[in-house]
């Protein structure tokens, strides 16, 4: 089985969330089930669109017993880039891209479990290939951003910008984590 892997995601042994986890996997799911959450049984993954919500929020995981790095390896955690595949050596998990419904020209980001031959996907509620990054990626470099874009307006939890060469509209998910 795989989970998503858009934008950036935050991936999460399950197995390490129902041992380490305060309140393992219920109060896990019932904090975080609103941010991008999905699970294929034996991975949690959280997606991000920002590097600093997605630092703040293992950090936010460490804190509760949960450990990101040790010697460079991934312990419990491991970050995915869509483009960019594992942040860290990993040897419970891998990157990869599988077609979506059968079809090679929807290739899709996604982490499995290491040796999993399964290619069923699971993704958060609501998820769908035409809207998706996967369909629809754009990315702007930190450094370029005034340059680039435009900001318009804060629409619940996004800020939407207009590329300025373009004129097309982009969504950036704002996810604060919630405080201790």
Not at 51 to 56: Q, R, S, Y
Not at 103 to 122: A, E, I
Not at 165 to 179: A, D, S, V
Request: proline share 3%; aromatic share 10%; hydrophobic share 35%.
């Amino acid at each position: 089985m795989a989970v998503l892997a858009e934008a950036i995601s935050v991936i999460i042994k399950i197995k390490s969330i129902e041992k380490k986890f305060f309140g393992g996997w219920e109060v896990f799911e019932t904090l975080y089930s609103s941010r991008a959450l999905c699970t294929d049984g034996e991975l949690a993954r959280i997606g991000f669109m920002s590097p600093n919500d997605t630092k703040e929020f293992v950090q936010k995981l460490e804190k509760m017993r949960l450990k990101y790095l040790q010697d460079g390896k991934a312990v419990d955690i491991v970050i995915a880039d869509q483009q960019r595949g594992l942040a860290a050596k990993c040897d419970w998990a891998q990157f990869g891209r599988i077609p979506f419904d059968g079809d090679v020209s929807k290739l899709v980001p996604v982490v499995r479990s290491s040796g999993s031959t399964c290619n069923q996907l699971h993704f958060p509620d609501g998820w769908n290939y035409e809207n998706s990054l996967s369909n629809k990626f754009k990315f702007v470099e930190s450094n370029s951003v005034k340059d680039n874009v435009e900001f318009l307006r804060r629409e619940n939890n996004k800020d939407v910008y207009r590329d300025k060469k373009t004129g097309e509209i982009l969504y950036i998910t704002n996810q604060r984590i919630k405080p201790e």
